[in-house]
Nanobody, 122 residues
C-alpha cells in the first residue's frame, strides 16, 4: 500500500523557518511530479509549490523568494524549506505525489499525505 508521510510542521515565530519533509513508501514503479499544498481554516486548499521528476519547480506567488521545494529521488522524499514565515502562512500543509504504479501500465495516480500543521505566530 502506498503512503505519503509528512513531518516537520510546528509552531514558529514570524520571520522564522521550518523544513517540511514527505516520504513515499510502498510498492510503485516511479514518482513523477511531487508537490505541496496548504489549507488554512475556512479557505480552499491551494497550491504552494511543485517539482517535476527532472527538477523543474513552480511556486505560488506568495511563496516565491521565501520557499524552496526540492526532492531526493533515492530517498523518495520531497522537501519544502520555508523561510521568512508570516502569520498568513499558517495552515495544514499537504504533500502529494503522482506515481506510476507499475512498469506494465502508463496510468499515473495521485496520492496525498495526511497533512502537517504549520502555525506562525506574530
Amino acid at each position: 500500500q502506498v503512503q505519503l508521510v509528512e513531518s516537520g510542521g510546528g509552531l514558529v515565530q514570524a520571520g522564522g523557518s521550518l523544513r517540511l519533509s514527505c516520504t513515499a513508501s510502498g510498492s510503485f514503479f516511479t514518482i513523477n511530479a511531487m508537490g505541496w499544498y496548504r489549507q488554512a481554516p475556512g479557505k480552499q486548499r491551494e497550491l504552494v509549490a511543485t517539482i517535476t521528476s527532472a527538477g523543474s519547480t513552480n511556486y505560488v506567488d506568495s511563496a516565491k523568494g521565501r520557499f524552496t521545494i526540492s526532492r531526493d529521488n533515492a530517498k523518495r522524499t520531497v522537501y519544502l524549506q520555508m523561510n521568512s514565515l508570516k502569520p498568513e502562512d499558517t495552515a495544514v500543509y499537504y504533500c502529494n505525489a503522482d506515481l506510476r504504479i507499475s512498469f506494465t501500465t502508463q496510468i499515473i495516480r495521485r496520492y496525498w499525505g495526511q497533512g502537517t500543521q504549520v502555525t506562525v505566530s506574530s
